[in-house]
């Protein structure tokens, strides 16, 4: 009798856990997303979200990625739903996933808002820095229920970061110009990430205090700034010939002592934990043109 | 052209625009068949269908016919309107001023329906503004009405340009979307059905008076038409189709310009008959260009213009060497 009678409460208390599993976090864009159960089926509607995702351990629950997620390698098995800017919302939806996770600046705002008329969760993924990124992955691993992996990535990506900050960014100063593209000619300013990593690494980014967050720029405008290291992203892992356009002037004091290095875009373009590699590569070449002062 | 039955040709299109239209649901990226698309439709079956159907689906497809149906219409009274075959619906800057503003607000971070209210403030603000600078003492003629307006035109090109010079790089894409046309991107196809079937209402009875219209303004006046009156009305319709089709889908090219000059080449030149033959037949290309642009590389998606120009462009030249113009 006694024995049916605590089965019995030790039932009805594993029901009521199983109820009133619900987790809230807030997202980047500021909105609270909660969810009832942990999410067993996720879209992640940016390359970026995807490398998120797989880093909070939730990577074997990814059910939908869009074009252009190509990291980790397991992700390119999973089923594309278009490219981020034009989502093929009806393989999305027939993919039944519950958790959304979207890119406020890449998805089209009119196909999320009908993805959310019907009633799935949206997870906007934006993060502005490095605890930005450590947080979405905590979140996501809440939402999926994989707390234990998604701390200690996001542990071990904080303690990456504090570590080359300890080590880095109280060496002298390196006046430094981070290339995003060529033609036409970008770099970014103080309220991007990117900037923090320069930072990071004991550099000062040249256009820090421009107006724009991506300003476009011609040849002039970094001469003047005669920055001592340029370091040049762009779309694919070899672009050494932007590079080499910056050895037509001579007077630049980076081309003169050779600091034009190049940091695989993979690596620091994207915020997601790889990031901490792309800070490292970029720490080490900022230490080199320190090293070249002598 | 003599037709023994002058409703023949309507009841045929609008019969090939119930089979496209029903085509067009049952086709998608996800393969449903017919049985499940029937049951779906009858609110039955599974709910994932009937999600795909009833949210996604139908209002794509109606939001698709309804853009065709409006510049194709739009875009035959403005042919009429300046005598010219060359005319559009974008001919008079209706697009281009809908294009700055909605990618003014692209820039400035809005989304969604203030989306839509930018691109019809644009529209109905450069319509005025042609109207407005094309009178001379009261009076507008088709050259000075068209010399304005694709001046003004290529005002707002100008503006387009410069604003895609300085956007911020990852809001590009969705501004070229928009200004290709992109049924993606469609809300709710209610207010262009609304304003379809206001307009056609409204322009069927003068459909006599345009055919004597496109004669010539003197002719028409001399044969008792309100010639003032009857171009300021086309003028505020084919406007106001304009407005609401590129509200619904951005610039879709091509519609408007082809599909009048196809239906005339096949139907003759009557207006009475014209104007509704262009709306269905345009709204079957637009459909039917979306499907494709839906389907044909799934899950990337194509803007539908791209598609009305690679179907139009060679049956145009079909029809036109074949020879009756």
Same mark, same amino acid.
């Not at chain 1, 619900?22 to 997202?27: F, H, K, M, P, R």
């Not at chain 1, 390359?47 to 869009?66: C, D, K, M, N």
């Given at each position: 009798?006694?024995?049916?009678?605590?089965?019995?409460?030790?039932?009805?208390?594993?029901?009521?856990?199983?109820?009133?599993?619900?987790?809230?976090?807030?997202?980047?864009?500021?909105?609270?997303?909660?969810?009832?159960?942990?999410?067993?089926?996720?879209?992640?509607?940016?390359?970026?979200?995807?490398?998120?995702?797989?880093?909070?351990?939730? &990577?074997?629950?990814?059910?939908?990625?869009?074009?252009?997620?190509?990291?980790?390698?397991?992700?390119?098995?999973?089923?594309?739903?278009?490219?981020?800017?034009?989502?093929?919302?009806?393989?999305?939806?027939?993919?039944?996933?519950?958790?959304?996770?979207?890119w406020g600046t890449g998805n089209p705002s009119e196909q999320i808002s009908v993805l959310a008329r019907l009633g799935l969760p949206i997870y906007y993924v934006e993060p502005h820095s490095f605890s930005d990124i450590a947080g979405d992955i905590r979140d996501i691993a809440l939402l999926a229920g994989t707390e234990t992996q998604g701390d200690r990535a996001a542990q071990?990506?904080?303690?990456?970061?504090?570590?080359?900050?300890?080590?880095?960014?109280?060496?002298? /100063?390196?006046?430094?110009?981070?290339?995003?593209?060529?033609?036409?000619?970008?770099?970014?300013?103080?309220?991007?990430?990117?900037?923090?990593v320069v930072e990071l690494c004991g550099g000062i980014n040249v256009f820090a205090d421009s107006s724009r967050l991506i300003p476009r720029l011609n040849n002039e405008a970094v001469l003047i700034k005669n920055p001592e290291a340029i370091i040049a992203g762009g779309m694919g892992e070899r672009n050494a010939h932007w590079l080499e356009a910056w050895r037509t002037f001579p007077n630049l004091l980076a081309t003169q002592r050779d600091n034009l290095f190049f940091v695989p875009p993979s690596l620091i373009q994207r915020p997601t934990p790889r990031l901490l590699e792309g800070a490292k590569i970029m720490c080490q070449r900022l230490d080199l043109a320190r090293q070249r002062r002598n | 052209m003599l037709?023994?039955?002058?409703?023949?040709?309507?009841?045929?299109?609008?019969?090939?625009?119930?089979?496209?239209?029903?085509?067009?649901?049952?086709?998608?990226?996800?393969?449903?068949?017919?049985?499940?698309?029937?049951?779906?439709?009858?609110?039955?079956?599974s709910q994932l269908y009937q999600t795909l159907?009833?949210?996604?689906?139908?209002? /794509?497809?109606?939001?698709?016919?309804?853009?065709?149906?409006?510049?194709?219409?739009?875009?035959?009274?403005?042919?009429?309107?300046?005598?010219?075959?060359?005319?559009?619906?974008?001919?008079?800057?209706?697009?281009?001023g809908a294009s700055v503003m909605v990618l003014g607000a692209i820039l400035v971070g809005a989304s969604g329906i203030i989306l839509s209210g930018a691109a019809f403030l644009g529209a109905t603000l450069s319509s005025l503004l042609v109207f407005g600078l094309s009178q001379r003492s009261g009076q507008t003629t088709p050259m000075r009405l068209l010399l304005t307006g694709v001046v003004i035109a290529a005002g707002w090109g100008a503006c387009i340009t410069l604003i895609l010079a300085i956007a911020p790089p990852q809001k590009?894409?969705?501004?070229?979307?928009?200004?290709?046309?992109?049924?993606?991107?469609?809300?709710?196809?209610?207010?262009?059905?609304?304003?379809?079937?206001?307009?056609?209402?409204?322009?069927?009875?003068?459909?006599?008076?345009?055919?004597?219209?496109?004669?010539?303004?003197?002719?028409?006046?001399?044969?008792?038409?309100?010639?003032?009156?009857?171009?300021?009305?086309?003028?505020?319709?084919?406007?106001?189709?304009?407005?609401?089709?590129?509200?619904?889908?951005?610039?879709? &090219?091509?519609?408007?310009?082809?599909?009048?000059?196809?239906?005339?080449?096949?139907?003759?030149?009557?207006?009475?008959?014209?104007?509704?033959?262009?709306?269905?037949?345009?709204g079957c290309l637009v459909t039917f260009a979306d499907t494709i642009a839906r389907t044909v590389i799934a899950p990337e998606q194509l803007p539908v213009g791209v598609i009305t120009a690679l179907i139009g462009v060679p049956t145009f030249l079909f029809l036109l060497n074949k020879g009756r113009m």
């Open positions: 009798m006694f024995l049916k009678i605590a089965l019995t409460t030790a039932f009805t208390a594993m029901l009521c856990l199983a109820n009133v599993w619900g987790q809230c976090v807030v997202d980047d864009k500021e909105h609270e997303v909660c969810l009832e159960r942990s999410a067993t089926r996720i879209a992640a509607l940016s390359p970026g979200a995807t490398e998120l995702a797989f880093a909070a351990g939730a &990577g074997e629950r990814v059910v939908a990625v869009v074009s252009f997620s190509d990291y980790p390698s397991a992700a390119q098995e999973i089923e594309s739903v278009g490219s981020p800017s034009r989502l093929d919302l009806e393989r999305l939806v027939a993919l039944k996933p519950d958790l959304v996770l979207a071990t990506f904080l303690n990456g970061i504090a570590e080359l900050r300890s080590q880095y960014s109280n060496k002298p /100063r390196v006046a430094t110009f981070y290339q995003v593209w060529d033609e036409p000619l970008m770099t970014m300013n103080d309220e991007h990430y990117i900037n923090q | 037709h023994r039955s002058p409703s023949m040709p309507l009841i045929l299109l609008v019969f090939v625009s119930c089979a496209t239209l029903l085509f067009s649901i049952t086709q998608g990226s996800v393969s449903l068949s017919i049985t499940d698309v029937s049951s779906a439709l009858r609110s039955q079956g159907v009833w949210e996604l689906r139908i209002p /794509r497809v109606a939001a698709a016919f309804a853009t065709g149906a409006l510049l194709s219409m739009a875009g035959a009274l403005m042919q009429i309107l300046l005598r010219n075959p060359l005319a559009d619906p974008y001919v008079l800057g209706i697009s281009g590009i894409p969705g501004m070229l979307f928009w200004l290709m046309g992109d049924l993606a991107y469609a809300h709710s196809p209610w207010l262009a059905w609304v304003v379809l079937a206001m307009v056609s209402m409204l322009v069927m009875p003068f459909a006599k008076s345009l055919n004597v219209l496109a004669r010539g303004p003197l002719q028409a006046a001399a044969l008792g038409v309100n010639v003032v009156f009857l171009e300021r009305f086309v003028f505020i319709l084919a406007s106001l189709m304009t407005a609401i089709a590129v509200t619904t889908a951005g610039s879709v &090219g091509f519609v408007g310009l082809v599909i009048p000059h196809m239906m005339r080449l096949i139907l003759g030149n009557d207006q009475r008959l014209i104007l509704p033959a262009s709306a269905l037949s345009g």
